[in-house]
Protein backbone atom coordinates (compact mmCIF):
# COMPACT_ATOMS: atom_id res chain seq x y z
CA UNK A 1 0.00 0.00 0.00
CA UNK A 2 1.14 3.34 -0.97
CA UNK A 3 2.00 5.71 2.45
CA UNK A 4 1.99 8.93 1.92
CA UNK A 5 2.60 11.13 4.70
CA UNK A 6 1.44 14.13 6.22
CA UNK A 7 4.07 16.63 5.15
CA UNK A 8 3.22 15.49 1.75
CA UNK A 9 -0.62 16.08 2.21
CA UNK A 10 0.17 19.19 4.06
CA UNK A 11 2.03 20.15 0.79
CA UNK A 12 -0.80 19.49 -1.44
CA UNK A 13 -3.31 21.30 0.01
CA UNK A 14 -1.59 24.41 1.83
CA UNK A 15 1.82 24.59 0.16
CA UNK A 16 0.60 23.60 -3.50
CA UNK A 17 1.12 27.42 -4.52
CA UNK A 18 4.83 26.94 -3.57
CA UNK A 19 5.09 23.52 -4.99
CA UNK A 20 3.54 24.54 -8.27
CA UNK A 21 6.09 27.72 -9.25
CA UNK A 22 9.32 26.45 -9.72
CA UNK A 23 12.16 27.52 -12.48
CA UNK A 24 9.83 27.19 -15.38
CA UNK A 25 10.68 26.29 -18.92
CA UNK A 26 10.86 28.49 -22.02
CA UNK A 27 11.35 28.76 -25.82
CA UNK A 28 14.60 28.83 -27.14
CA UNK A 29 15.59 32.36 -29.24
CA UNK A 30 13.38 32.06 -32.46
CA UNK A 31 11.12 29.19 -31.74
CA UNK A 32 8.28 31.55 -31.33
CA UNK A 33 6.56 30.60 -34.47
CA UNK A 34 7.19 26.77 -34.23
CA UNK A 35 4.37 24.97 -33.48
CA UNK A 36 5.30 21.74 -32.42
CA UNK A 37 7.94 23.53 -29.74
CA UNK A 38 4.81 25.44 -28.35
CA UNK A 39 2.45 22.89 -27.57
CA UNK A 40 5.50 20.69 -26.13
CA UNK A 41 5.80 23.67 -24.09
CA UNK A 42 2.53 24.10 -22.78
CA UNK A 43 2.47 20.67 -22.26
CA UNK A 44 4.80 20.55 -20.18
CA UNK A 45 3.64 23.91 -17.88
CA UNK A 46 0.55 22.48 -17.90
CA UNK A 47 2.00 19.38 -16.68
CA UNK A 48 4.17 20.82 -13.55
CA UNK A 49 2.17 23.97 -12.88
CA UNK A 50 -1.39 23.20 -13.31
CA UNK A 51 -2.33 19.71 -13.04
CA UNK A 52 -2.52 19.40 -9.38
CA UNK A 53 -5.53 21.25 -9.50
CA UNK A 54 -7.30 21.04 -13.22
CA UNK A 55 -6.45 17.33 -13.69
CA UNK A 56 -4.20 15.29 -16.52
CA UNK A 57 -7.31 15.64 -18.98
CA UNK A 58 -8.00 19.39 -18.19
CA UNK A 59 -11.25 17.58 -16.41
CA UNK A 60 -11.13 20.05 -13.04
CA UNK A 61 -10.47 17.04 -11.35
CA UNK A 62 -6.97 17.38 -10.02
CA UNK A 63 -6.20 15.16 -6.48
CA UNK A 64 -6.48 19.04 -4.50
CA UNK A 65 -9.90 19.81 -6.37
CA UNK A 66 -12.24 18.28 -3.83
CA UNK A 67 -11.23 20.57 -1.08
CA UNK A 68 -11.28 23.53 -3.09
CA UNK A 69 -14.36 25.88 -3.17
CA UNK A 70 -15.13 27.09 -6.26
CA UNK A 71 -13.39 24.23 -8.04
CA UNK A 72 -11.17 24.42 -10.56
CA UNK A 73 -12.26 24.79 -14.11
CA UNK A 74 -12.93 22.08 -16.40
CA UNK A 75 -11.45 22.98 -19.43
CA UNK A 76 -13.46 19.83 -21.75
CA UNK A 77 -16.43 22.36 -21.67
CA UNK A 78 -14.96 25.30 -23.23
CA UNK A 79 -17.44 27.41 -20.96
CA UNK A 80 -15.24 30.24 -19.36
CA UNK A 81 -16.45 32.94 -16.24
CA UNK A 82 -14.09 35.76 -17.15
CA UNK A 83 -14.56 36.75 -20.92
CA UNK A 84 -14.89 39.86 -23.28
CA UNK A 85 -17.33 37.92 -25.23
CA UNK A 86 -20.86 37.15 -25.32
CA UNK A 87 -22.90 34.53 -23.21
CA UNK A 88 -21.97 31.33 -23.93
CA UNK A 89 -19.50 32.24 -25.75
CA UNK A 90 -16.09 31.50 -26.36
CA UNK A 91 -13.27 33.37 -24.53
CA UNK A 92 -10.37 35.49 -26.56
CA UNK A 93 -7.29 34.48 -26.04
CA UNK A 94 -6.16 37.51 -24.13
CA UNK A 95 -9.28 37.04 -22.20
CA UNK A 96 -7.35 33.47 -20.77
CA UNK A 97 -3.94 35.22 -20.87
CA UNK A 98 -5.42 37.69 -18.25
CA UNK A 99 -6.98 35.22 -16.47
CA UNK A 100 -3.86 33.27 -16.09
CA UNK A 101 -1.28 36.23 -15.46
CA UNK A 102 -3.30 37.88 -12.76
CA UNK A 103 -4.71 34.86 -11.72
CA UNK A 104 -8.60 34.98 -9.71
CA UNK A 105 -8.71 36.71 -6.35
CA UNK A 106 -10.50 35.10 -3.71
CA UNK A 107 -9.96 31.94 -5.42
CA UNK A 108 -7.20 28.77 -5.31
CA UNK A 109 -5.88 30.35 -9.13
CA UNK A 110 -2.53 31.70 -8.81
CA UNK A 111 -1.66 34.48 -10.84
CA UNK A 112 1.24 32.82 -12.70
CA UNK A 113 2.82 36.50 -15.01
CA UNK A 114 5.91 36.14 -11.90
CA UNK A 115 6.43 32.96 -12.39
CA UNK A 116 6.62 32.13 -15.78
CA UNK A 117 7.40 34.20 -19.00
CA UNK A 118 5.49 35.55 -21.46
CA UNK A 119 6.09 32.45 -24.07
CA UNK A 120 5.27 30.24 -21.80
CA UNK A 121 1.83 32.26 -20.64
CA UNK A 122 0.83 31.87 -24.37
CA UNK A 123 2.07 28.11 -24.66
CA UNK A 124 -0.13 27.11 -21.86
CA UNK A 125 -3.11 29.33 -22.72
CA UNK A 126 -3.20 27.53 -26.25
CA UNK A 127 -2.64 24.00 -24.38
CA UNK A 128 -5.80 24.44 -22.33
CA UNK A 129 -7.57 25.45 -25.12
CA UNK A 130 -7.02 21.98 -26.66
CA UNK A 131 -8.78 20.20 -24.11
CA UNK A 132 -11.89 22.02 -25.79
CA UNK A 133 -13.02 20.69 -29.68
CA UNK A 134 -15.06 24.54 -29.46
CA UNK A 135 -11.94 26.76 -29.60
CA UNK A 136 -11.47 24.68 -33.48
CA UNK A 137 -15.02 24.98 -34.42
CA UNK A 138 -16.00 28.86 -33.26
CA UNK A 139 -14.68 32.38 -33.04
CA UNK A 140 -15.49 34.44 -30.13
CA UNK A 141 -18.25 36.83 -30.31
CA UNK A 142 -16.59 40.58 -28.92
CA UNK A 143 -19.29 41.85 -26.89
CA UNK A 144 -19.70 45.74 -27.26
CA UNK A 145 -18.57 48.13 -25.20
CA UNK A 146 -19.62 51.79 -25.39
CA UNK A 147 -18.37 55.20 -24.43
CA UNK A 148 -17.68 55.24 -20.97
CA UNK A 149 -19.25 57.66 -18.38
CA UNK A 150 -17.15 58.90 -15.61
CA UNK A 151 -18.00 58.28 -12.23
CA UNK A 152 -20.08 61.58 -10.57
CA UNK A 153 -22.87 61.73 -7.76
CA UNK A 154 -25.19 61.59 -10.57
CA UNK A 155 -23.68 58.92 -12.79
CA UNK A 156 -23.83 56.67 -9.15
CA UNK A 157 -27.58 58.30 -8.59
CA UNK A 158 -28.12 56.59 -11.83
CA UNK A 159 -26.79 53.72 -11.46
CA UNK A 160 -28.62 52.70 -7.92
CA UNK A 161 -31.56 53.07 -10.23
CA UNK A 162 -30.77 50.79 -12.96
CA UNK A 163 -29.35 48.20 -9.98
CA UNK A 164 -32.92 48.25 -8.67
CA UNK A 165 -34.46 47.82 -11.85
CA UNK A 166 -32.18 44.86 -13.08
CA UNK A 167 -33.06 43.28 -9.54
CA UNK A 168 -29.51 43.18 -8.81
CA UNK A 169 -30.46 43.12 -5.31
CA UNK A 170 -32.52 39.59 -5.96
CA UNK A 171 -29.06 38.28 -5.61
CA UNK A 172 -26.72 40.01 -4.57
CA UNK A 173 -28.91 42.19 -1.72
CA UNK A 174 -30.03 45.62 -1.59
CA UNK A 175 -27.10 46.95 -0.07
CA UNK A 176 -24.93 44.68 -2.28
CA UNK A 177 -23.64 42.67 0.48
CA UNK A 178 -26.52 39.95 0.59
CA UNK A 179 -28.99 42.00 2.66
CA UNK A 180 -32.97 40.85 1.60
CA UNK A 181 -31.87 38.55 -1.06
CA UNK A 182 -33.99 36.63 -2.41
CA UNK A 183 -32.05 33.46 -2.26
CA UNK A 184 -27.66 33.57 -1.49
CA UNK A 185 -27.58 29.66 -1.82
CA UNK A 186 -26.87 28.88 -5.43
CA UNK A 187 -25.04 25.70 -7.26
CA UNK A 188 -22.79 26.15 -10.50
CA UNK A 189 -23.19 24.77 -13.41
CA UNK A 190 -21.36 21.77 -12.68
CA UNK A 191 -23.74 21.15 -9.09
CA UNK A 192 -21.40 22.67 -6.64
CA UNK A 193 -22.34 25.16 -4.14
CA UNK A 194 -21.65 29.32 -4.57
CA UNK A 195 -22.18 32.09 -3.19
CA UNK A 196 -23.27 35.31 -5.04
CA UNK A 197 -20.19 37.83 -4.67
CA UNK A 198 -20.68 40.40 -1.71
CA UNK A 199 -20.15 43.53 -4.20
CA UNK A 200 -18.83 45.91 -1.34
CA UNK A 201 -15.96 43.66 -1.01
CA UNK A 202 -14.35 44.70 -4.73
CA UNK A 203 -10.82 43.03 -3.73
CA UNK A 204 -12.64 39.71 -4.28
CA UNK A 205 -13.81 40.05 -7.78
CA UNK A 206 -12.01 37.93 -10.05
CA UNK A 207 -12.45 39.67 -13.44
CA UNK A 208 -10.95 43.20 -11.56
CA UNK A 209 -13.12 45.68 -9.81
CA UNK A 210 -12.23 48.64 -12.17
CA UNK A 211 -15.66 49.88 -13.68
CA UNK A 212 -15.17 48.66 -16.96
CA UNK A 213 -14.04 45.27 -15.69
CA UNK A 214 -17.42 45.21 -14.03
CA UNK A 215 -19.49 46.61 -16.91
CA UNK A 216 -17.95 43.49 -18.51
CA UNK A 217 -19.43 40.95 -15.73
CA UNK A 218 -22.55 42.08 -16.14
CA UNK A 219 -23.29 42.62 -19.60
CA UNK A 220 -21.31 38.74 -20.60
CA UNK A 221 -22.50 36.79 -17.59
CA UNK A 222 -20.39 34.42 -15.87
CA UNK A 223 -20.82 31.85 -16.93
CA UNK A 224 -21.16 28.25 -15.87
CA UNK A 225 -23.01 29.86 -12.60
CA UNK A 226 -26.19 31.53 -11.88
CA UNK A 227 -25.13 35.02 -12.64
CA UNK A 228 -26.80 35.68 -15.82
CA UNK A 229 -26.04 38.23 -19.02
CA UNK A 230 -27.83 41.54 -18.61
CA UNK A 231 -26.69 42.19 -22.28
CA UNK A 232 -29.51 44.45 -24.20
CA UNK A 233 -31.51 45.33 -20.79
CA UNK A 234 -30.14 48.76 -20.68
CA UNK A 235 -28.67 51.19 -22.46
CA UNK A 236 -24.53 51.55 -22.77
CA UNK A 237 -24.89 54.94 -20.60
CA UNK A 238 -27.67 53.32 -17.82
CA UNK A 239 -24.53 50.17 -18.16
CA UNK A 240 -21.71 52.83 -17.26
CA UNK A 241 -23.65 54.13 -14.47
CA UNK A 242 -24.28 51.03 -12.71
CA UNK A 243 -20.67 50.14 -12.99
CA UNK A 244 -20.21 53.33 -11.45
CA UNK A 245 -22.63 53.04 -8.68
CA UNK A 246 -21.04 49.07 -7.91
CA UNK A 247 -17.25 50.81 -7.63
CA UNK A 248 -19.00 53.53 -5.20
CA UNK A 249 -20.76 50.90 -2.74
CA UNK A 250 -17.00 49.05 -2.05
CA UNK A 251 -16.51 49.12 1.33
CA UNK A 252 -13.41 49.76 3.26
CA UNK A 253 -11.46 46.77 3.53
CA UNK A 254 -10.58 46.20 7.50
CA UNK A 255 -6.84 46.43 6.95
CA UNK A 256 -7.28 49.91 6.03
CA UNK A 257 -9.61 50.71 9.14
CA UNK A 258 -9.07 52.14 12.82
CA UNK A 259 -9.73 50.49 16.14
CA UNK A 260 -13.52 52.46 15.80
CA UNK A 261 -14.24 51.43 12.66
CA UNK A 262 -12.83 47.37 13.26
CA UNK A 263 -15.07 46.97 16.54
CA UNK A 264 -18.30 48.15 14.72
CA UNK A 265 -17.57 45.67 11.68
CA UNK A 266 -17.00 42.79 13.33
CA UNK A 267 -20.19 43.19 15.98
CA UNK A 268 -22.13 43.83 12.81
CA UNK A 269 -21.24 40.89 11.20
CA UNK A 270 -21.64 38.57 14.19
CA UNK A 271 -25.34 39.88 14.53
CA UNK A 272 -25.81 39.33 11.04
CA UNK A 273 -24.35 35.65 11.82
CA UNK A 274 -27.14 34.85 14.99
CA UNK A 275 -29.95 35.27 12.28
CA UNK A 276 -28.61 32.50 10.08
CA UNK A 277 -26.44 30.14 12.51
CA UNK A 278 -26.94 26.89 9.68
CA UNK A 279 -24.62 29.63 7.08
CA UNK A 280 -22.48 30.29 9.84
CA UNK A 281 -21.91 27.16 10.94
CA UNK A 282 -21.02 26.02 7.25
CA UNK A 283 -18.66 28.36 7.24
CA UNK A 284 -16.80 27.65 10.31
CA UNK A 285 -16.93 24.08 9.25
CA UNK A 286 -15.52 24.75 5.83
CA UNK A 287 -13.15 27.51 7.78
CA UNK A 288 -11.55 24.77 10.30
CA UNK A 289 -11.67 21.68 7.29
CA UNK A 290 -12.95 19.51 9.26
CA UNK A 291 -13.75 17.59 5.96
CA UNK A 292 -10.21 17.37 4.92
CA UNK A 293 -9.75 14.67 7.88
CA UNK A 294 -13.27 13.27 8.39
CA UNK A 295 -13.19 12.29 4.77
CA UNK A 296 -11.13 9.10 3.51
CA UNK A 297 -8.70 9.49 0.64
CA UNK A 298 -7.54 8.31 -2.67
CA UNK A 299 -4.49 7.01 -3.52
CA UNK A 300 -3.42 10.20 -5.67
CA UNK A 301 -4.55 12.37 -2.06
CA UNK A 302 -7.50 13.42 -3.33
CA UNK A 303 -10.88 13.01 -1.72
CA UNK A 304 -13.63 10.36 -2.31
CA UNK A 305 -16.18 12.52 -2.95
CA UNK A 306 -19.07 9.60 -2.31
CA UNK A 307 -17.76 9.71 1.22
CA UNK A 308 -17.27 13.68 1.99
CA UNK A 309 -17.75 13.88 6.03
CA UNK A 310 -18.48 10.61 6.32
CA UNK A 311 -14.91 9.75 8.34
CA UNK A 312 -12.98 6.41 7.84
CA UNK A 313 -9.60 8.45 6.94
CA UNK A 314 -6.87 6.45 9.17
CA UNK A 315 -4.06 7.52 10.24
CA UNK A 316 -0.79 6.05 11.36
CA UNK A 317 -0.02 7.94 14.75
CA UNK A 318 3.02 6.44 16.50
CA UNK A 319 3.64 6.01 19.50
CA UNK A 320 -0.21 5.96 19.68
CA UNK A 321 -2.03 3.45 17.70
CA UNK A 322 -3.80 3.86 14.13
CA UNK A 323 -6.55 6.64 15.01
CA UNK A 324 -9.73 6.58 12.12
CA UNK A 325 -11.89 9.58 11.71
CA UNK A 326 -15.20 9.45 12.18
CA UNK A 327 -18.51 9.92 10.64
CA UNK A 328 -19.71 13.33 10.86
CA UNK A 329 -22.87 12.95 8.73
CA UNK A 330 -26.45 12.78 10.06
CA UNK A 331 -26.61 9.06 9.81
CA UNK A 332 -28.08 7.60 12.54
CA UNK A 333 -26.81 4.22 12.76
CA UNK A 334 -23.10 5.07 12.17
CA UNK A 335 -22.72 9.21 12.01
CA UNK A 336 -24.37 11.98 14.22
CA UNK A 337 -27.77 11.61 14.16
CA UNK A 338 -27.88 10.06 17.64
CA UNK A 339 -25.51 12.43 19.18
CA UNK A 340 -27.11 14.91 21.13
CA UNK A 341 -25.98 18.52 20.84
CA UNK A 342 -24.41 18.33 24.43
CA UNK A 343 -22.41 15.29 23.04
CA UNK A 344 -20.78 16.68 20.23
CA UNK A 345 -20.28 19.86 22.06
CA UNK A 346 -18.15 18.25 24.71
CA UNK A 347 -16.57 16.00 22.18
CA UNK A 348 -15.63 19.30 20.18
CA UNK A 349 -14.60 21.29 23.34
CA UNK A 350 -13.37 19.06 25.96
CA UNK A 351 -12.30 15.74 23.41
CA UNK A 352 -14.82 13.70 25.82
CA UNK A 353 -16.46 10.42 23.78
CA UNK A 354 -19.96 9.63 24.22
CA UNK A 355 -18.74 6.93 26.43
CA UNK A 356 -16.40 8.87 28.59
CA UNK A 357 -13.34 8.05 27.36
CA UNK A 358 -10.83 10.84 26.40
CA UNK A 359 -9.25 11.96 22.95
CA UNK A 360 -5.64 12.77 23.12
CA UNK A 361 -5.32 16.36 21.56
CA UNK A 362 -4.34 15.20 18.25
CA UNK A 363 -4.76 14.70 15.40
CA UNK A 364 -8.28 15.73 15.90
CA UNK A 365 -7.84 19.64 17.34
CA UNK A 366 -10.39 19.29 19.76
CA UNK A 367 -8.22 21.84 22.16
CA UNK A 368 -8.60 24.65 19.63
CA UNK A 369 -12.27 24.68 19.54
CA UNK A 370 -12.28 24.27 23.28
CA UNK A 371 -12.82 28.32 23.23
CA UNK A 372 -15.42 28.61 20.54
CA UNK A 373 -18.15 30.70 21.80
CA UNK A 374 -21.53 29.55 22.42
CA UNK A 375 -23.12 30.77 19.40
CA UNK A 376 -20.46 29.48 16.84
CA UNK A 377 -20.46 26.15 18.56
CA UNK A 378 -24.24 26.19 18.76
CA UNK A 379 -23.75 26.90 14.79
CA UNK A 380 -21.24 24.25 14.31
CA UNK A 381 -23.44 21.76 15.89
CA UNK A 382 -26.69 23.19 13.21
CA UNK A 383 -24.86 22.39 10.25
CA UNK A 384 -23.45 19.42 11.11
CA UNK A 385 -27.00 18.54 11.65
CA UNK A 386 -27.81 19.11 8.05
CA UNK A 387 -25.11 16.72 5.87
CA UNK A 388 -26.81 14.17 4.64
CA UNK A 389 -26.46 10.69 6.00
CA UNK A 390 -23.87 8.46 4.75
CA UNK A 391 -23.58 5.32 6.22
CA UNK A 392 -19.94 4.18 7.18
CA UNK A 393 -19.32 2.22 10.16
CA UNK A 394 -15.97 3.28 11.80
CA UNK A 395 -13.80 1.03 14.14
CA UNK A 396 -13.81 1.71 17.95
CA UNK A 397 -11.16 3.69 18.48
CA UNK A 398 -8.02 1.54 20.21
CA UNK A 399 -6.34 2.63 23.31
CA UNK A 400 -2.52 2.14 23.01
CA UNK A 401 -0.61 -0.69 23.70
CA UNK A 402 1.13 -0.12 26.82
CA UNK A 403 4.59 -1.34 25.52
CA UNK A 404 4.86 -0.09 22.09
CA UNK A 405 3.55 2.80 23.66
CA UNK A 406 6.43 3.45 26.18
CA UNK A 407 8.95 2.06 23.74
CA UNK A 408 7.53 4.81 20.93
CA UNK A 409 7.91 7.35 23.78
CA UNK A 410 11.45 6.50 24.37
CA UNK A 411 12.08 6.40 20.64
CA UNK A 412 10.86 9.57 20.16
CA UNK A 413 12.31 11.68 23.39
CA UNK A 414 15.50 10.26 24.54
CA UNK A 415 16.53 8.68 21.10
CA UNK A 416 15.31 12.30 19.34
CA UNK A 417 13.67 10.16 16.51
CA UNK A 418 11.05 12.31 14.06
CA UNK A 419 7.50 10.96 14.87
CA UNK A 420 6.54 9.47 11.74
CA UNK A 421 2.97 10.43 10.37
CA UNK A 422 1.46 8.52 7.93
CA UNK A 423 -2.36 8.86 6.15
CA UNK A 424 -3.31 6.01 4.55
CA UNK A 425 -5.60 5.66 1.22
CA UNK A 426 -8.67 4.08 1.39
CA UNK A 427 -11.85 3.88 3.55
CA UNK A 428 -10.98 2.24 6.72
CA UNK A 429 -14.88 2.36 8.09
CA UNK A 430 -17.57 -0.32 6.64
CA UNK A 431 -19.64 1.94 3.77
CA UNK A 432 -22.89 0.01 2.23
CA UNK A 433 -22.15 -2.36 -0.54
CA UNK A 434 -24.11 0.25 -2.94
CA UNK A 435 -21.36 3.13 -2.56
CA UNK A 436 -18.54 0.65 -1.91
CA UNK A 437 -19.39 -0.26 -5.62
CA UNK A 438 -20.35 3.72 -6.49
CA UNK A 439 -16.48 4.81 -5.22
CA UNK A 440 -14.94 1.66 -7.22
CA UNK A 441 -16.45 2.26 -10.32
CA UNK A 442 -15.80 5.95 -10.09
CA UNK A 443 -12.13 4.48 -9.15
CA UNK A 444 -11.71 2.27 -11.75
CA UNK A 445 -12.92 5.17 -14.46
CA UNK A 446 -10.42 8.06 -13.76
CA UNK A 447 -7.49 5.19 -13.45
CA UNK A 448 -8.87 4.37 -16.93
CA UNK A 449 -8.49 7.97 -18.13
CA UNK A 450 -5.15 8.54 -16.39
CA UNK A 451 -3.64 5.75 -18.45
CA UNK A 452 -5.19 7.09 -22.09
C1 LIG B 1 -4.16 25.76 -6.69
C2 LIG B 1 -5.12 25.38 -7.69
C3 LIG B 1 -4.95 25.89 -9.10
C4 LIG B 1 -3.82 25.82 -9.91
C5 LIG B 1 -2.47 25.24 -9.55
C6 LIG B 1 -4.22 26.36 -11.17
N1 LIG B 1 -5.52 26.76 -11.16
FE1 LIG B 1 -6.58 27.57 -12.69
N2 LIG B 1 -8.24 27.69 -11.51
C7 LIG B 1 -8.32 27.28 -10.21
C8 LIG B 1 -9.65 27.54 -9.70
C9 LIG B 1 -10.14 27.22 -8.30
C10 LIG B 1 -10.38 28.11 -10.75
C11 LIG B 1 -11.84 28.52 -10.76
C12 LIG B 1 -12.14 29.83 -10.08
C13 LIG B 1 -13.57 30.28 -10.19
O1 LIG B 1 -14.43 29.56 -10.67
O2 LIG B 1 -13.82 31.42 -9.78
C14 LIG B 1 -9.46 28.18 -11.88
C15 LIG B 1 -9.82 28.68 -13.13
C16 LIG B 1 -8.96 28.72 -14.23
C17 LIG B 1 -9.34 29.21 -15.54
C18 LIG B 1 -10.72 29.64 -15.95
C19 LIG B 1 -11.05 31.09 -15.90
C20 LIG B 1 -12.45 31.38 -16.38
O3 LIG B 1 -12.64 32.44 -16.98
O4 LIG B 1 -13.36 30.59 -16.22
C21 LIG B 1 -8.22 29.09 -16.34
C22 LIG B 1 -8.11 29.46 -17.81
C23 LIG B 1 -7.17 28.54 -15.52
N3 LIG B 1 -7.65 28.34 -14.24
C24 LIG B 1 -5.90 28.25 -15.99
C25 LIG B 1 -4.88 27.71 -15.21
C26 LIG B 1 -3.55 27.42 -15.71
C27 LIG B 1 -3.11 27.60 -17.13
C28 LIG B 1 -2.84 26.92 -14.66
C29 LIG B 1 -1.38 26.51 -14.63
C30 LIG B 1 -0.42 27.45 -15.18
C31 LIG B 1 -3.73 26.90 -13.50
N4 LIG B 1 -4.95 27.38 -13.87
C32 LIG B 1 -3.36 26.45 -12.25
C33 LIG B 1 -7.30 26.73 -9.46
C34 LIG B 1 -6.01 26.49 -9.90
C1 LIG C 1 -29.55 35.17 -10.31
C2 LIG C 1 -28.65 35.76 -9.38
C3 LIG C 1 -27.83 36.96 -9.78
C4 LIG C 1 -28.25 38.15 -10.29
C5 LIG C 1 -29.68 38.58 -10.66
C6 LIG C 1 -27.07 38.98 -10.40
N1 LIG C 1 -25.99 38.30 -9.97
FE1 LIG C 1 -24.07 39.01 -9.94
N2 LIG C 1 -23.42 37.18 -9.27
C7 LIG C 1 -24.23 36.11 -8.96
C8 LIG C 1 -23.39 35.01 -8.56
C9 LIG C 1 -23.90 33.63 -8.12
C10 LIG C 1 -22.05 35.44 -8.64
C11 LIG C 1 -20.81 34.62 -8.34
C12 LIG C 1 -20.48 33.77 -9.55
C13 LIG C 1 -19.30 32.88 -9.35
O1 LIG C 1 -18.71 32.84 -8.27
O2 LIG C 1 -18.95 32.19 -10.31
C14 LIG C 1 -22.11 36.83 -9.08
C15 LIG C 1 -21.00 37.63 -9.29
C16 LIG C 1 -21.03 38.99 -9.58
C17 LIG C 1 -19.87 39.85 -9.66
C18 LIG C 1 -18.44 39.45 -9.37
C19 LIG C 1 -17.65 39.13 -10.60
C20 LIG C 1 -16.21 38.86 -10.34
O3 LIG C 1 -15.39 39.47 -11.06
O4 LIG C 1 -15.84 38.05 -9.47
C21 LIG C 1 -20.33 41.11 -9.95
C22 LIG C 1 -19.51 42.37 -10.12
C23 LIG C 1 -21.77 41.01 -10.09
N3 LIG C 1 -22.17 39.72 -9.86
C24 LIG C 1 -22.61 42.08 -10.38
C25 LIG C 1 -23.96 41.97 -10.62
C26 LIG C 1 -24.81 43.06 -11.04
C27 LIG C 1 -24.34 44.50 -11.23
C28 LIG C 1 -26.06 42.55 -11.21
C29 LIG C 1 -27.28 43.23 -11.77
C30 LIG C 1 -27.14 43.79 -13.09
C31 LIG C 1 -26.01 41.14 -10.86
N4 LIG C 1 -24.72 40.83 -10.51
C32 LIG C 1 -27.09 40.28 -10.88
C33 LIG C 1 -25.59 36.06 -9.06
C34 LIG C 1 -26.40 37.06 -9.57
C1 LIG D 1 -6.61 17.46 11.57
C2 LIG D 1 -7.67 16.51 11.36
C3 LIG D 1 -9.04 16.77 12.00
C4 LIG D 1 -9.81 17.91 11.93
C5 LIG D 1 -9.47 19.24 11.25
C6 LIG D 1 -11.04 17.60 12.62
N1 LIG D 1 -11.02 16.32 13.08
FE1 LIG D 1 -12.46 15.41 14.20
N2 LIG D 1 -11.32 13.77 14.39
C7 LIG D 1 -10.09 13.56 13.76
C8 LIG D 1 -9.60 12.24 14.09
C9 LIG D 1 -8.31 11.62 13.58
C10 LIG D 1 -10.56 11.65 14.95
C11 LIG D 1 -10.48 10.32 15.64
C12 LIG D 1 -9.73 10.59 16.94
C13 LIG D 1 -9.70 9.46 17.90
O1 LIG D 1 -10.38 8.47 17.74
O2 LIG D 1 -8.94 9.63 18.90
C14 LIG D 1 -11.61 12.65 15.11
C15 LIG D 1 -12.76 12.46 15.88
C16 LIG D 1 -13.87 13.28 15.86
C17 LIG D 1 -15.16 12.95 16.44
C18 LIG D 1 -15.60 11.67 17.10
C19 LIG D 1 -14.82 11.05 18.16
C20 LIG D 1 -15.39 9.70 18.61
O3 LIG D 1 -14.74 8.71 18.28
O4 LIG D 1 -16.39 9.66 19.26
C21 LIG D 1 -16.01 14.00 16.13
C22 LIG D 1 -17.49 14.13 16.49
C23 LIG D 1 -15.24 14.96 15.42
N3 LIG D 1 -13.95 14.51 15.26
C24 LIG D 1 -15.76 16.15 14.93
C25 LIG D 1 -15.00 17.10 14.24
C26 LIG D 1 -15.52 18.38 13.80
C27 LIG D 1 -16.97 18.83 13.95
C28 LIG D 1 -14.50 19.05 13.21
C29 LIG D 1 -14.48 20.45 12.63
C30 LIG D 1 -15.04 21.48 13.49
C31 LIG D 1 -13.33 18.18 13.27
N4 LIG D 1 -13.67 17.01 13.90
C32 LIG D 1 -12.08 18.50 12.77
C33 LIG D 1 -9.42 14.46 12.97
C34 LIG D 1 -9.82 15.77 12.72
Not at 156 to 173: M, P, V
Amino acid sequence: MTIWNKAERAGLYCGLFLLCHGIAPHLADGQTGNPAAVASLGKSIYESKCVACHGKEGKGNGPAAAVLSPRPRDFTEGKYKFRSTESGSIPTDEDLLNTVSVGLHATAMPDWKPFIGDDSLKAVVAYVKSFSIRFTRETPKLITVGGAVPSSPASIAAGKNTYDKLQCGGCHGVDGAGKGAVTTEFQDDWGYDLKPTNLTEPWTFRGGSAPRDIYLRFTTGIDGSPMPSFAGSATSHEMWDLANYVVSIGRKPVWTMNETEVIEFYSHLESRAKLDPVSRGKYLVKTVGCEFCHSPVKEDGGMIEELRFAGGQRWDLYPFDNVVSYNLTSDKETGLGNWTDEQIKTLLTKGIRRNGSRMIPYPMPWPAFASLKADDLNAIVAYLRTIPPVYNRIPDPQSPNIFSYFWGKFKVLVLKKDIPLHVFPGNAGTAKEKTMSEIDARMRQSAGEGRQ
